[in-house]
């Protein structure tokens, strides 16, 4: 059973070359764990059979033990009273009691050596794949943490580069939107000198007294005074008189 247990721990050091625990290494330890709580369990259903074992033994012993001093009690008792022939029997009897005596206390003893021996190992074992599997976590928790802060450096690089791409972009588009202005506002300046002004303000002239015709007539035609013949008539009119001196009473 102890050479069981190595094998299995063994086997669980060399599950971590596998490229399955590569993908998820967590995972695989959690079912190596629970792969060996049963391993475990059956070990120690091992042991108790041995310890089932070790405490037959002592019993045995124990009652061993017991006839063989009833016997000895008893012989002496058969020798003083005289009885040889029966003294004779139990001394014989005697003899396979300790014979067995003996056996079962060698039996005990290894057994009980083999026993403690299994627990050591038990335990030893056990430490040994719990320390490895606390190993294995925190080599998990730092590639992790390695791994994150890579990605990190990474789309920092990644940023900084598209930030200097985009600038250049922009700078592009920069230029181009100058090089657009500077042409439109060149043909607006070849457009505006092909213009005829002078074309332009007889037109404006034009629509001017057209327009203070069109008033006149409308004017005359609804008895419309228009400012322009009501000033004469204002300044032909006389001024009104004032009386000098202090006015008289009848």
């Given at each position: 059973?102890?050479?069981?247990?190595?094998?299995?721990?063994?086997?669980?050091?060399?599950?971590?070359?596998?490229?399955?625990?590569?993908?998820?290494?967590?995972?695989?330890?959690?079912?190596?764990?629970?792969?060996?709580?049963?391993?475990?369990?059956?070990?120690?259903?091992?042991?108790?059979?041995?310890?089932?074992?070790?405490?037959?033994?002592?019993?045995?012993?124990?009652?061993?033990?017991?006839?063989?001093?009833?016997?000895?009690?008893?012989?002496?008792?058969?020798?003083?009273?005289?009885?040889?022939?029966?003294?004779?029997?139990?001394?014989?009897?005697?003899?396979?009691?300790?014979?067995?005596?003996?056996?079962?206390?060698?039996?005990?003893?290894?057994?009980?050596?083999?026993?403690?021996?299994?627990?050591?190992?038990?335990?030893?074992?056990?430490?040994?794949?719990?320390?490895?599997?606390?190993?294995?976590?925190?080599?998990?928790?730092?590639?992790?943490?390695?791994?994150?802060?890579?990605?990190?450096?990474?789309?920092?690089?990644?940023?900084?580069?598209?930030?200097?791409?985009?600038?250049?972009?922009?700078?592009?588009?920069?230029?181009?939107?100058?090089?657009?202005?500077?042409?439109?506002a060149g043909r607006a300046r070849?457009?505006?000198?092909?213009?005829?002004?002078?074309?332009?303000?007889?037109?404006?002239?034009?629509?001017?007294?057209?327009?203070?015709?069109?008033?006149?007539?409308?004017?005359?035609?609804?008895?419309?005074?228009?400012?322009?013949?009501?000033?004469?008539?204002?300044?032909?009119?006389?001024?009104?008189?004032?009386?000098?001196?202090?006015?008289?009473?009848?």
């Amino acid at each position: 059973m102890f050479k069981r247990l190595s094998n299995l721990i063994r086997g669980f050091l060399s599950l971590f070359i596998s490229g399955l625990e590569r993908e998820n290494p967590r995972a695989l330890i959690e079912a190596e764990k629970e792969n060996l709580r049963k391993q475990i369990g059956k070990f120690n259903d091992s042991l108790a059979s041995q310890a089932g074992f070790i405490e037959r033994l002592m019993r045995q012993v124990k009652n061993l033990e017991q006839k063989e001093r009833e016997l000895t009690a008893r012989i002496s008792a058969n020798i003083k009273a005289g009885n040889r022939a029966i003294a004779g029997q139990m001394a014989l009897e005697l003899q396979t009691v300790k014979e067995q005596l003996e056996e079962n206390r060698q039996q005990l003893e290894a057994a009980d050596a083999s026993f403690k021996k299994m627990e050591k190992a038990r335990d030893v074992s056990v430490q040994e794949a719990q320390e490895k599997i606390e190993k294995l976590k925190r080599l998990i928790s730092e590639a992790e943490m390695m791994e994150a802060q890579a990605e990190l450096q990474e789309m920092a690089k990644g940023m900084i580069t598209g930030v200097g791409n985009s600038g250049d972009t922009l700078n592009r588009l920069e230029e181009y939107l100058n090089e657009r202005r500077d042409k439109a506002a060149g043909r607006a300046r070849v457009a505006a000198s092909g213009i005829d002004t002078r074309k332009i303000e007889m037109k404006e002239a034009e629509q001017a007294a057209l327009a203070e015709q069109a008033l006149a007539e409308f004017e005359a035609s609804y008895g419309f005074v228009s400012p322009a013949a009501e000033k004469p008539a204002a300044e032909s009119q006389p001024l009104p008189q004032k009386d000098l001196g202090p006015k008289t009473t009848q």
